[in-house]
Structure formats: C-alpha cells, structure tokens
C-alpha cells in the first residue's frame, strides 16, 4: 500500500542550527502539507504546497521556514535558524484532491533543538 | 476560524467494551467532519468521515454521526479490541466548509487491555 515516507525519524540539533526534514509524498499525489504537533499540545498546520508554490500558510510558518519539491519525488522542510520552541513533531501529508479533508500523513519527523 | 474540542484521555478499557469519545465543534457553516487515527508507530490515517448534517461516517466498526444541532461528531465503536488502541483525533476544516488546511483537536489516547 502507497505510503507517506519521511526521514529523519528524529533529530536532535543546537538551536540557531538549520535543520532539513525530508518526506517522500505518495507518487501520484499532487497536494503536499506539514504539519507540526509541539508535545501535549494540538496537531497544527503549518503550510500547503502545488503546482510548485506554497498555496496557504499559517502565522507559525514564518521566515524561518521554507518548503521546496526539489525534484520528482522529495518535499523538504527547512528551518534555517532552530529556537527551543521549534521542538516537535512534524508531519507530511500528501492528498490527491483538493478539498476533500483526506489526506495520507507520514509516521513523522521528531525535532528537538536543545 | 473553526474548532474542534474533544475529550482527553487517556482512556483505558477491556477488550469488547463500549467506547465514546466526545468532540464538538464550532463553525462557520456545515463543515465537513473527520475523525483521524494514530497507531503506535505510524502516521494519522483517516478512520472515517461525514459531510453533512446527519450523516453517519462509518469504518473498521466505528461509527460518528455528524450532529448539527449539538454541534458534535462523538466517535463510538461498540465492542473494541487490542488492536484499537491508538489515539485517535477529531479534525475539521480550518475556515471553509471543505478543504485540506484541517484544525485537529488534542487527541484521545485509548488504550484496549486484554
């Protein structure tokens, strides 16, 4: 069965570091999404991504974040400067259809900036 | 923006026992309504959904009704089971009626004993 896939599973890095989290979207999908859940708090959309350009954000994905499809098969989210407060769990999702509120998550990325 | 609020657990049952998880939501409109599943190890997959008002979304035995005039969509399975547990999360779109940009709310640990 087709699978969100994202690496790393867990990544411990010094704050003001920059830190790549990759996912490997479902093939023939063409709506991608990270999502963050901080520790004891809600899961939180972070940022929606087609046709090659971000199509909604949310106040969390400020400049320090970015997102890119750098070829055929990879999506990446960058924090270019960690703080403690990016501490989470970040999730890709990827969808087939717009609107539709079903979307495949990966198993997520665990970030911890010390 | 929309919200979701559901009950938190953790929520500990036997096998073949009657579960409930509560959400209620507050929106704009009718919604569509969602609930999400969490197994350990693994990413959120969508359980089941319902698109309006007195629909019922079912799957894998769980049931929710999409209630407008309470404004909630209680997930209820009737006889659980090991294999059930997992957390397990209510969603809904952030502003309109439909779409991929989901609110989720905190999330119920369940947990099935033998």
């Known amino acids: 069965e087709p699978e969100v896939t994202q690496t790393p599973s867990h990544q411990v890095t010094q704050m003001g570091q920059e830190v790549i989290l990759r996912c490997v979207p479902i093939?023939?999908?063409?709506?991608f999404y990270w999502y963050r859940q901080i520790l004891g708090q809600k899961v939180e959309f972070l940022v929606s991504?087609?046709?090659?350009?971000?199509?909604?954000k949310s106040e969390i994905f400020d400049d320090q974040f970015s997102v890119e499809r750098p070829d055929g098969s990879n999506f990446t989210l960058k924090i270019r400067s960690t703080k403690l407060e990016d501490s989470a769990m970040y999730f890709c999702?990827?969808?087939?259809?717009?609107?539709?509120?079903?979307?495949?998550f990966g198993e997520g990325s665990r970030l911890t900036v010390l | 923006g929309n919200s979701v609020t559901q009950m938190e657990g953790p929520v500990t049952l036997s096998e073949e026992a009657f579960l409930t998880i509560n959400c209620t939501y507050t929106a704009t409109g009718y919604p569509s309504l969602f609930w999400y599943v969490q197994y350990p190890g693994e990413g959120l997959q969508l359980l089941l959904k319902a698109t309006k008002a007195d629909d019922k979304g079912s799957n894998k035995g769980f049931e929710a009704t999409y209630r407008k005039e309470t404004t909630s969509f209680h997930l209820e399975k009737g006889s659980v089971q090991v294999s059930d547990s997992a957390v397990y999360f209510c969603?809904?779109?952030?502003?309109?009626?439909?779409?991929?940009?989901?609110?989720f709310g905190g999330g119920t640990r369940v947990l099935v004993k033998p």
């Open positions: 093939s023939n999908h063409l709506y």
């Open positions: 969603a809904l779109p952030m502003i309109k009626a439909a779409g991929n940009k989901l609110t």
């Open positions: 999702a990827s969808g087939d259809r717009p609107n539709t509120g079903e979307l495949f």
């Open positions: 991504f087609y046709n090659n350009e971000i199509s909604e």
